[in-house]
């Protein structure tokens, strides 16, 4: 039964990674969507500049997710195709992959046909800078580093958490980056109560994001890139960047095409300005198209791990995990102990009893 799980796990994360590559994201009554919308009505409840509050709200945003995951789960593990029904479902909500290279192509589109009004506009949808100043090096280059980054977080991630956790990794791994890109900014309103949805985003991103910077170095080809310069840039720069894990993708991918990244990012009401990755120019509209292959070669690489998983190494994980909870769970119970009617048949008690009194001689 545990091998069927294994099977459906797998099948399910196959299946909802093919929806997602076919069909995209729903275009209505979209699930993330949704709960976004109940984050923010929790929020403007639980609100206080303070880390406790914010703790208590990433908490109960993330923690619903997840327990429904559980109950599914312990529900279907009779099932194996429910479950696997229901492991596609959880798997295209959650995966945007297909969405990533239609916003990369799109600006790609925009920028070499000179129309930078529409792709100033088509930026929002990749991220949360001002593209009112930008010109087209600086649009490729946000794009560029959009990719690279959400490759891991919209991609990777959700994949990785699915083949280690099933339905409860891929829920509760899509709550937190959620709660991460609704609260997790630096600014006055949640420069405290953000910060644990933040933590938590990059704890869980710590693993997918150094091993989408691998993939990236090693299917560099993919989009024309060079593997060996990708293998040195990632090196190299990737400590470099602010963000723990961000820094991973776009170290790599500015090696695997050659450009530089990082640089000034204005957003709305501040300015960040970050270490410089790779070596080259700045990213062009021509290389947009080749970061989109990376990436869906890179998704492609990262599925294939995660369909294994379950049925290889996650087998043995398991099964190391049942043996060594087994004996804590069947530790025989202490005896009761003997009621007082019963203390004169203890054999102790019983030779004190037969014992002859000593006579003691003193003194008159």
């Not at 959700?158 to 609704?182: E, H, I, K, Q, S």
């Not at 190391?320 to 102990?337: E, K």
Request: with cysteine; glycine share 12%; net charge positive.
């Amino acid at each position: 039964m545990r091998h069927a799980g294994a099977v459906a796990n797998a099948t399910g994360l196959v299946a909802g990674y093919a929806l997602d590559a076919v069909f995209g994201d729903p275009r209505r009554g979209h699930p993330v969507a949704g709960f976004g919308r109940a984050a923010a009505a929790l929020e403007r409840r639980l609100y206080r500049p303070d880390r406790l509050a914010g703790g208590v709200f990433a908490a109960l945003c993330v923690g619903a997710p997840v327990v429904l995951g559980v109950a599914a789960t312990v529900g279907t593990r009779h099932r194996p195709v429910t479950r696997a029904v229901l492991v596609a479902a959880g798997t295209w909500a959650v995966l945007g992959g297909r969405s990533l290279r239609h916003e990369a192509k799109t600006m790609g589109r925009s920028l070499r046909g000179g129309d930078l009004p529409a792709a100033r506009q088509r930026l929002g949808h990749l991220c949360g800078r001002d593209p009112s100043t930008l010109d087209e090096p600086e649009l490729a280059r946000a794009t560029v580093e959009s990719v690279a980054e959400n490759t891991s977080d919209a991609v990777v991630a959700p994949l990785v958490w699915g083949a280690v956790a099933g339905l409860p990794g891929l829920l509760g791994y899509r709550a937190a980056n959620t709660l991460d890109a609704m609260v997790g900014h630096r600014n006055v309103r949640y420069a405290r109560f953000g910060t644990p949805a933040a933590r938590l985003d990059d704890l869980l991103n710590l693993v997918p994001a150094r091993l989408t910077g691998l993939l990236t170095v090693a299917l560099a080809p993919v989009g024309k890139g060079d593997r060996e310069r990708a293998w040195r840039v990632w090196r190299r720069d990737r400590g470099d960047h602010p963000s723990p894990n961000a820094g991973q993708c776009e170290a790599a991918m500015a090696g695997a095409l050659g450009v530089r990244l990082g640089g000034r990012n204005v957003y709305f009401g501040r300015t960040e300005v970050r270490p410089l990755l790779g070596d080259g120019p700045r990213p062009e509209a021509r290389h947009l198209g080749r970061a989109a292959r990376i990436s869906r070669a890179v998704g492609l690489a990262a599925l294939g791990l995660a369909a294994v998983y379950p049925l290889t190494a996650g087998r043995l994980v398991g099964t190391a995990s049942r043996r060594t909870l087994r004996p804590l769970l069947t530790l025989r119970p202490i005896p009761a102990v003997r009621p007082l009617g019963d203390i004169r048949q203890l054999p102790t008690l019983r030779a004190l009893r037969t014992l002859r009194p000593v006579r003691l001689r003193g003194r008159r």
